[in-house]
């Protein structure tokens, strides 16, 4: 029986077709168990456990380490809330090895979080930054190194989109109303002061106001420091009590009325949506952002 030439060219497109089904299948399926890797820094604090909580439960996230100069486990499966986990636990820097790493989520403190992010950088593994303190030189100084290494990172003073949507609002409100102060409530055993989300609301609100000194230009401080801090003209005052989780207000004072916007995060839980999308989506970039509205 002879066949004609359509009848060839449609056999092979139907192979051609069944092979692209194949192959679709399988990227699909490679996709689906592609799980990103994520070493949690700090995972011994508050911000940290609550992070390895989050990495556990999230189908796309594998916990391959955690980090934390006070743990004296050589695994998670040590410590009595993680025994169905087995993952390693490090002590030192130098114990981490980038190929097990895709993503490093950095709760730590102040004075070792440059340290730690370099060591992230040079190891090739994309940095999630929580750890506020940073100054600007040192921000400057990994952003230099990120776009050297093309590596996607992200620095946010804060993962709350209630925060996030605090210092948009500010900004826009700075425009029309230029007196403003900042007030910052945290809970009592915070390190760094201001908040790096007030500094960054001051940075923020300083992009579209011009330098202004705010008060009596003759008013004294009867107390030292009662006047709060100040971010060009701006005033910044910190609270720290116990009780408080993180909190903002930005007060803006125009001629016989006034704004103030607030935000509250009463729990820390509430700051995992925002890691989790940066985690997910950071190594399309290959540079450091600051702020997590820009990679929203
Ligand atoms: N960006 C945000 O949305 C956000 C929200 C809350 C807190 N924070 C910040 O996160 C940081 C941690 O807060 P916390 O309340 O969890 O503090 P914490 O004191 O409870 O925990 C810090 C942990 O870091 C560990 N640590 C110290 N040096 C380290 C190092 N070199 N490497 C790895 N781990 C190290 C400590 O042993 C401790 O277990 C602070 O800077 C805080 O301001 C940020």
Do not use: C
Request: hydrophobic share 40%; proline share 4%.
């Amino acid at each position: 029986m002879r066949f004609s030439p359509i009848f060839f060219v449609i056999r092979e497109m139907m192979q051609a077709a069944k092979q692209s089904v194949r192959i679709r299948g399988r990227i699909k399926r490679k996709r689906m168990i592609a799980m990103i890797k994520v070493l949690v820094a700090g995972f011994k604090g508050r911000m940290g456990n609550t992070t390895v909580q989050m990495v556990n439960k999230n189908k796309d996230f594998e916990l391959t380490a955690v980090y934390d100069p006070r743990a004296t486990e050589s695994n998670l499966n040590e410590v009595s809330d993680y025994q169905e986990l087995d993952v390693p636990v490090y002590n030192q820097l130098q114990q981490i090895n980038g190929a097990e790493v895709d993503v490093w989520i950095d709760f730590t403190s102040p004075d070792s979080v440059f340290e730690n992010v370099k060591y992230a950088l040079e190891q090739r593994i994309s940095p999630i930054v929580g750890t506020t303190g940073l100054t600007d030189d040192q921000v400057s100084q990994l952003q230099a190194l990120a776009k050297k290494e093309k590596i996607g990172g992200l620095i946010a003073p804060n993962f709350g989109i209630s925060a996030v949507l605090l210092m948009q609002f500010a900004q826009q409100a700075a425009k029309y109303l230029p007196d403003v102060e900042i007030i910052e409530m945290h809970h009592n055993n915070k390190l760094d002061a201001p908040s790096g989300t007030a500094l960054n609301t001051a940075k923020l609100i300083s992009k579209v106001r011009k330098e202004k000194v705010q008060g009596n230009p003759q008013e004294k401080e009867v107390l030292p420091g009662a006047r709060g801090a100040d971010y060009e003209g701006m005033k910044i005052h910190s609270v720290r009590l116990p009780g408080y989780v993180a909190h903002e207000q930005v007060l803006f004072g125009g001629q016989g009325e006034a704004l103030t916007i607030r935000q509250d995060s009463f729990d820390r839980i509430s700051f995992m949506s925002g890691v989790a999308v940066a985690v997910s989506k950071i190594q399309n970039y290959n540079e450091l952002f600051v702020g997590l509205e820009n990679i929203l």
